[in-house]
């Protein structure tokens, strides 16, 4: 266990809300739907959730959407903006886009709006975390890992400032010199 890390979710719980959450997306997709996993903060899970998935006999293509937000000092702007290109197959899909954590919920209504620009048949949401405490916009994930009170979160591929994607459990961090949690509106300008 990291000194500045105490622990929310272990490694077992984890593992067995994905392997849930395969069987609801099974249940609800076709087998050949389009899965675009948003960087980098999710790339763990969806690692996780395709496996699980490929036990149900279910085969998702998978692309990927790498975003930035920027922001001044703790607020983020809530400005999103696609580094990169989108995955070129996005036409007529039924997608599901994988994300980290749903916090003031710009980054994925922005994305999500993004694909059904691009001509998505379907835009359904899932996210590991959600923090419905700092809704800033309406956004209603269909497949929740996890709801969590407003702390800021880090592992199985969440970071804080680069650090901590390898822990293999889920931890709020602890801000060394206050000792309180490091607050979860700032964040590093590309996720
Ligand atoms: P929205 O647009 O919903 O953005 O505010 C969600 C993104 O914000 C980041 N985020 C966090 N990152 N620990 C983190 O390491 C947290 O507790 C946290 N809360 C939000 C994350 O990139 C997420 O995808």
Known sequence: MQDNVSLLYTEDRIAARVRALSHEIAADLPS???????????????????????????????????????????????????????????????????????????????????????GAAEVRLCVLLDKPSRQEVTVTADYVGFTIDDVFVVGYGIDFAEAYRGLPYIGIVQQEDTAEPAPSTERADER
Do not use: C, W
Request: aromatic share 6%; charged share 25%.
């Open 32 to 118: 050949d739907f389009l899965m675009v996993v948003v960087l980098k903060g999710a790339f763990v899970f969806a690692a996780d959730l395709i496996r699980e998935l490929h036990e149900l006999n279910i085969h998702p293509e998978v692309g990927f959407i790498t975003l930035s937000s920027y922001g001044s000092g703790t607020t983020s702007s809530g400005i999103v903006r696609v580094i990169g290109t989108l995955p070129d197959n996005i036409a007529g899909r039924r997608v599901l886009l994988v994300d980290d954590i749903l916090d003031t919920r710009r980054t994925l209504a922005h994305a999500r709006d993004l694909l059904l620009k691009e």
